[in-house]
């Protein structure tokens, strides 16, 4: 049903939003819309977003969405229209490699924790100090359930704003 902006849609009291993507983590599995009518932040999780047919969103992007307000604030409840045209060209970060690791490589890691209920852990590389943080999304893109400590896997890497995360995994 068409309403203007902020309107109730008569589908559960949702309403229909419209703002610009302040930031989205596909890794993360979720980000947030500056909404138009009051600048106020709207959560946009993953699931969402694919059930629209889109994995990701740029800064800057426009969407038209459907939202309730919630305890927490608004949160997107399906995405109607993507604008990618107003999306805001942001040079990529080129963090630095740490040694040893070759980038885009697969390379074997053990599983150092992982707890399903927050939906990350901990890998760690043989002879190699320092910790990999792995996220469910990851996981899940893959065709895995879960980690086991001690489980061998293969990982590829990046470097993200906290340190080196897994962007892809597979069973050892």
């Known amino acids: 049903m068409t309403t203007q902006m902020g309107e109730t849609s008569g589908d559960g009291g949702s309403v229909e939003l419209r703002g610009k993507v302040k930031w989205f983590n596909a890794v993360k599995g979720y980000g947030f819309l500056a909404l138009e009518s009051d600048n106020s932040d709207a959560f946009l999780h993953v699931t969402t977003l694919r059930q629209a047919g889109h994995e990701?969103?740029?800064p800057g992007a426009t969407v038209v969405c459907a939202g309730?307000?919630?305890?927490?604030g608004w949160q997107v409840m399906k995405v109607i229209d993507v604008d990618s045209s107003t999306a805001?060209?942001?040079?990529p970060k080129v963090p630095p490699i740490p040694d040893g690791i070759e980038m885009g490589e697969y390379t074997t890691a053990l599983v150092k924790w992982y707890n399903n209920e927050r939906g990350y852990g901990f890998v760690t590389r043989e002879a190699t100090?320092?910790?990999?943080?792995?996220h469910a999304a990851v996981l899940r893109r893959?065709?895995?359930e879960?980690?086991?400590p001690g489980q061998k896997v293969l990982i590829r890497?990046?470097?993200g704003d906290k340190g080196l995360q897994v962007t892809e995994i597979r069973s050892a």
């Open 56 to 58: 990701d969103l740029k």
């Open 68 to 72: 309730v307000r919630g305890p927490k």
């Open 88 to 91: 805001i060209a942001v040079p």
């Open 129 to 134: 100090d320092g910790d990999i943080f792995v």
């Open 142 to 144: 893959h065709g895995m």
């Open 146 to 148: 879960s980690l086991a």
């Open 157 to 159: 890497l990046a470097v």
